[in-house]
């Protein structure tokens, strides 16, 4: 006699390709189940409380719902496969199109390496110097004190020079001074018709740094005197220039 469990279970066989069986066997383990066929009795159960609808009493299209219904979920699976097998594809051909762009740029840099000199066989231009000469630099600086030469400087040719090239030279006791001669004739006019007086700090404020820095070493060698009455300056040299 048949037992009631028997009698209340129904076989139903299913012809499965390989690949799709491997697919059900693979995600049946994902899902925790110990085989392919527990895992097709949940789809099938899934399947039928969710479609709210009694169950067909022809099998045969149930059988064919459930193997469209496996196959969709394992061609879902598969649509990723074949997604991310044209994604590196994609990235093969990229990467070769890069190599061949790197190989063509080394190529240029070495052309231009062969072509173009270096750097070190390259002329460099030379800026040429301008030296001043010792009038020029007289009529920039207007006076020149022996006393601030540096010692290297010939003194005797030194002065010589500016002498024969015009300028004033006055040969203190104390020191030579060399003295461009407008310079000198602007210290003369103001020395002997504008200071009215002998304080310093009013003479420099007349005469300016430069004029006052003259005039200090005029002073001191004696060259030149104040006379208080007359309120004027006057020189004691025996040739004023």
């Given at each position: 006699?048949?037992s009631?469990?028997?009698?209340s279970?129904?076989?139903v066989?299913l012809n499965l390709?390989?690949?799709l069986?491997?697919?059900?066997?693979?995600?049946?383990?994902?899902?925790?189940?110990?085989s392919?066929?527990?895992y097709?009795?949940?789809i099938?159960?899934?399947?039928?409380a969710?479609s709210k609808?009694?169950l067909?009493?022809?099998?045969?299209?149930l059988k064919a719902r459930?193997?469209?219904?496996v196959?969709?979920?394992?061609?879902k699976?598969?649509?990723v496969?074949?997604?991310l097998?044209?994604?590196?594809?994609?990235?093969?051909?990229?990467?070769?199109v890069f190599?061949?762009?790197l190989?063509?740029?080394?190529?240029?840099?070495?052309?231009?390496?062969?072509?173009?000199?270096?750097?070190?066989?390259k002329e460099?231009p030379r800026?040429k110097k301008?030296y001043?000469?010792?009038?020029e630099?007289?009529?920039e600086?207007?006076?020149v004190?022996?006393?601030?030469?540096p010692?290297?400087?010939?003194?005797?040719?030194l002065?010589?020079?500016f002498?024969?090239e015009g300028a004033?030279?006055?040969?203190?006791?104390?020191?030579?001074?060399?003295?461009?001669?407008d310079?000198?004739r602007e210290?003369?006019?103001?020395?002997?018709n504008?200071?009215t007086?002998?304080?310093?700090?009013?003479?420099?404020n007349?005469?300016?740094d430069?004029?006052?820095?003259?005039w200090?070493?005029?002073?001191?060698?004696?060259?030149i005197?104040?006379?208080?009455?007359?309120?004027r300056?006057?020189?004691?040299?025996?040739?004023?220039?």
């Amino acid at each position: 006699m048949m037992s009631e469990n028997s009698r209340s279970v129904r076989e139903v066989k299913l012809n499965l390709p390989i690949d799709l069986y491997s697919e059900l066997e693979k995600l049946a383990i994902e899902e925790g189940y110990s085989s392919v066929s527990e895992y097709i009795m949940m789809i099938i159960a899934s399947f039928i409380a969710t479609s709210k609808k009694t169950l067909p009493e022809d099998l045969s299209r149930l059988k064919a719902r459930i193997e469209r219904y496996v196959q969709d979920e394992v061609n879902k699976r598969l649509a990723v496969i074949d997604t991310l097998r044209s994604q590196v594809a994609e990235l093969y051909e990229k990467l070769d199109v890069f190599e061949q762009k790197l190989n063509e740029l080394e190529s240029t840099i070495q052309k231009q390496k062969i072509e173009s000199p270096s750097e070190e066989t390259k002329e460099i231009p030379r800026v040429k110097k301008t030296y001043k000469t010792g009038i020029e630099r007289l009529r920039e600086e207007k006076i020149v004190f022996e006393s601030k030469l540096p010692r290297k400087i010939q003194r005797d040719r030194l002065f010589a020079y500016f002498e024969r090239e015009g300028a004033i030279v006055l040969k203190l006791t104390k020191e030579r001074i060399a003295i461009d001669p407008d310079f000198w004739r602007e210290f003369k006019y103001k020395l002997l018709n504008e200071l009215t007086t002998n304080v310093e700090d009013e003479i420099k404020n007349i005469l300016g740094d430069k004029e006052f820095e003259l005039w200090k070493a005029l002073y001191s060698d004696n060259a030149i005197i104040y006379d208080p009455r007359a309120r004027r300056w006057k020189f004691i040299l025996d040739k004023v220039p």
